[in-house]
T-cell receptor
């Protein structure tokens, strides 16, 4: 069975601070995908990244970066120089390769960025 | 290219009524996924469909819930005899066939169901 744990239910930072959202996963599969989604107050789900289990390279996209560590089953997400618009709930998710887009989501981390 | 369209965005039903949630996938997408998000929780997978077929319904409650994706028209998630515990946001996602085009699913904006 798959499981995704986001231990931080809520984080509050002041604008311009860096913040890291943790994600730990469990799976018996050797081949899988990891995802991050953002859910702003308006409620829609915004896709941020997908990473497959063969690719442990870290990724940077603007102020966002992701650290995938297979050895610790973690896929952490860092926002550098946070902004008020980053305030949202962030979800980490996992799927088996064969399962395609049937995702197992973590419980989410609510990030509040204060001016 | 319109995204995944869900309607209605908000739906209020009295206990015992039926709720019908619709999802029109992105153009060219033949696979649809339904997820449920209970208040203050993460999303839970419910069902995975392709046209005229249910691929995986391991997340669907055994009673009162059903889903279809006909050859023509949107995918429908149907909840019969709704109860207060069904109040949630229901999200639909669509993708091309996984093996043909290895891409992530795109989510709709969700339908927020309130049972009063």
């Amino acid at each position: 069975a798959q499981k995704v744990t986001q231990a931080q239910t809520e984080i509050s930072v002041v604008e311009k601070e860096d913040v890291t959202l943790d994600c730990v996963y469990e799976t018996r599969d050797t081949t899988y995908y990891l995802f991050w989604y953002k859910q702003p107050p308006s409620g829609e789900l915004v896709f941020l990244i997908r990473r497959n289990s063969f690719d442990e390279q870290n990724e940077i996209s603007g102020r966002y970066s992701w650290n995938f560590q297979k050895s610790t089953s973690s896929f952490n997400f860092t926002i550098t120089a946070s902004q008020v618009v980053d305030s949202a709930v962030y979800f980490c998710a996992l799927s088996e390769l064969i399962a395609g887009n049937m995702l197992t989501f973590g419980g989410g981390t609510r990030l509040m960025v204060k001016p | 290219n319109a995204g995944v369209m869900q309607n209605p965005r908000h739906l209020v039903r009295r206990r015992g009524q039926e709720a019908r949630l619709r999802c029109s996938p992105m153009k060219g997408h033949s696979h649809v996924y339904w997820y449920r998000q209970l208040p203050e929780e993460g999303l839970k997978f419910m069902v995975y469909l392709q046209k005229e077929n249910i691929i995986d319904e391991s997340g669907m409650p055994k009673e009162r819930f059903s889903a279809e994706f006909p050859k023509e028209g949107p995918s429908i998630l149907r909840i019969q005899q709704v109860v207060r515990g069904d109040s949630a946001a229901y999200f639909c996602a669509s993708s091309p066939p996984w093996r043909e085009l290895n891409t992530e699913a795109f989510f709709g904006q969700g339908t927020r169901l309130t049972v009063v």
